[in-house]
């Protein structure tokens, strides 16, 4: 039998991923969605903060570095790149926190959607619960200490998958330009929904 050991011990420990959310759920009781989410943005603007700057010497190789983990863009998260500026998620970072706690605990209580809906109607609109607001905020952050051929790095939000399978796109009005951007189809959108868990596209500002 293989023997845990120190830090290996606590981020095995389910109890860490469920007292996380109920945290949260905490600070939604006292300050409401408003609160909640701007504590979310904060936490997040404050790990991109955190984070060292990176410049590279063609969109090529910064692709290459996210794709393999190595940008802060991926520090979180596992990446492919669909087309020059697309980027897909592959699995939620959220996702065994969110199994934990619907395995133990049961559904999440409606204030994740509240906040999300919240964050919705006044940031970008591809959120479906609170992790979504967190990696969302910290993707564009991040983004903002990233150089590319001299020019800064800019990311907007498609769509994303929920773990229980619920989705939030982009929309309708805005999908064209996104979707041109990103270089693929609605159909292949639809069809890199089915294995991923957010379409997202990083390009370099103007």
């Not at 701007?38 to 063609?58: D, F, G, I, K, V």
Request: glycine residues 4%.
């Amino acid at each position: 039998m293989k023997q845990i050991e120190g830090n290996e011990a606590i981020l095995d420990n389910p109890m860490v991923d469920i007292a996380t959310y109920l945290f949260l759920e905490d600070i939604a009781d006292k300050q409401g969605a408003a609160g909640m989410n701007n504590y979310l943005m904060s936490l997040a603007y404050s790990l991109a903060r955190s984070m060292p700057e990176e410049e590279y010497t063609s969109w090529e190789s910064f692709v290459d570095a996210v794709v393999k983990g190595e940008s802060i863009l991926s520090a979180f998260e596992k990446v492919n790149a669909v087309s020059q500026y697309c980027m897909v998620t592959v699995e939620s970072p959220f996702l065994r926190g969110w199994k934990e706690y619907t395995k133990r605990i049961g559904e999440f209580p409606r204030i994740h959607k509240e906040v999300a809906e919240y964050y919705n109607s006044r940031i970008t609109p591809t959120a479906i619960e609170t992790g979504d607001i967190i990696i969302q905020t910290y993707r564009k952050a991040a983004a903002e200490k990233i150089t590319v051929e001299g020019k800064k790095v800019r990311v907007a939000h498609i769509a994303t998958v929920s773990p229980d399978g619920s989705k939030k796109i982009a929309p309708e009005e805005w999908l064209p330009i996104l979707l041109e951007k990103a270089q693929i189809s609605k159909t292949q959108l639809n069809m890199i929904l089915r294995n991923n868990a957010a379409v997202w596209i990083v390009y370099p500002s103007q």
